[in-house]
């Protein structure tokens, strides 16, 4: 028989993420580089390790493959336990047969029996395509005074953009009183972050009652959430203040990227206190040529930088040769940019070659981000992507 655990971490890890085209045609939203160094799913698993959380099911699906030989035991981020730790949870075989998970909530439903072993009293439900600090500790706190039974993240955005959001109404006390998913006309800016703090037996009852019901998308936002708040249920927003980043789109990573540069870049990575963890592939230092020029941009390990970078965040073993160019702009690991090649505006992925005299990225600014999916070789002086 398992120990307690006061919380267990559950982490929605299984999106598709269709959204950023040619970056997760073959692994899932969560293991895209972000920031030179890192993963997508490093930030949420650093915020569990800062926040003193040991037990974490990491729920995967789409494309896993790479995600569950890069999380392997949880060594990098300290969750490499025998009671608790990091668990990957893909769909399995059941004796009632096995079904991929249909939505949020489903497939928290499907692992119910990974909560029940360490019998908690709370379960933190993440999504695992977020760039964001946070203290989770904190949250559960909260939850605890104000004796709720679902407690959900929220952050102000603005009004402008609240109908892209699930949105919260809340009195003064933070509790909610509604809740609209993507609302064409909202009344409030609280935006749900997708992270939420349950008791475990409401949650246990709400997601059997959601199971049951065949006119059910299966989605915490969409139906269990809402059906809470019909039952009567206490509801709270919990405020967060910090910098929080929904990489989903094109644009929406890049811009992320793009905000780790300057001198008072808006998200810090270099906080020792709050630092985000990743799996290192890469112990060899960078080499910086005579010839290189660096300006406003990140390089990381293993690079080897004899052109000009402006602007970018140069991810692990990136060789720019001398004479090329590489101007706003994200670069994954393993890539090499050959003599007198263009690269500005675009967002190339990892073990890409980039030929003599190319030309990659339409150049037309930050709204026209050009994408390079992995694995790709842009012949010497071939054009990808249309240039004015």
Known sequence: MYKKKECVVMLLAGGQGSRLHELTEKTAKPSVSFGGKYKIIDFPLSNCTNSNLDTVGVLTQYQPLYLNDYIGTGLPWDLDRTFGGVKILPPYQRQTGSDWYKGTANAIWQNME??????????????????????????????????????????????????????????????????????????????????????RETLERYLESDARDPESSNDFGKDVIPAMLKGGEKL????????????????????????????????????????????????TPQFIGDSAKIV????????????????????????????????????????????GALVDYAI?????????????????????????????????????????
């Not at 890049?254 to 990743?278: C, H, V």
């Not at 992925?349 to 709204?367: F, Q």
């Open 348 to 388: 190339v992925d990892s073990d890409v070659t980039i030929g003599k005299g190319a030309m990659v990225g339409k150049g037309g600014g930050p709204e026209n981000i050009t994408v390079v999916g992995a694995n790709t070789i842009i012949k010497e002086k071939e054009v990808w992507g249309d240039r004015k």
């Open 236 to 283: 709270y927003a919990y405020q967060f203040e910090g910098y929080w980043r929904d990489v989903g789109t094109i644009d929406s990573l890049w811009s992320a990227n793009m905000d780790l540069l300057g001198e008072k870049p808006l998200f810090d990575l270099q906080n020792e206190t709050s630092r985000i963890y990743s799996r290192q592939y890469s112990s």
């Open 114 to 199: 990974f909560i029940r072993r360490y019998n908690p009293e709370y379960v933190l439900i993440l999504s695992g395509d977020h760039i964001y600090k946070m203290d989770y500790s904190k949250m559960i706190s909260f939850h605890k005074k104000k004796k709720a039974n679902c407690t959900i993240a929220v952050i102000d955005v603005p009004l402008e953009e609240a109908s892209r959001f699930g949105i919260m109404s809340a009195d003064e006390e933070g509790k909610i009183y509604k809740f609209t998913e993507k609302p064409k006309n909202p009344d409030s800016t609280k935006a749900s972050m997708g992270i939420y703090v349950f008791d």
């Open 296 to 339: 406003n941009s990140t390089i990381t390990a293993g690079c080897e930088i004899l052109g000009t970078v402006e602007n970018s965040v140069i991810g692990h073993e990136v060789k720019i040769r001398e004479g090329a160019v590489v101007k706003n702009s994200v670069i994954m690991d393993n890539v090499i940019i050959k003599e």
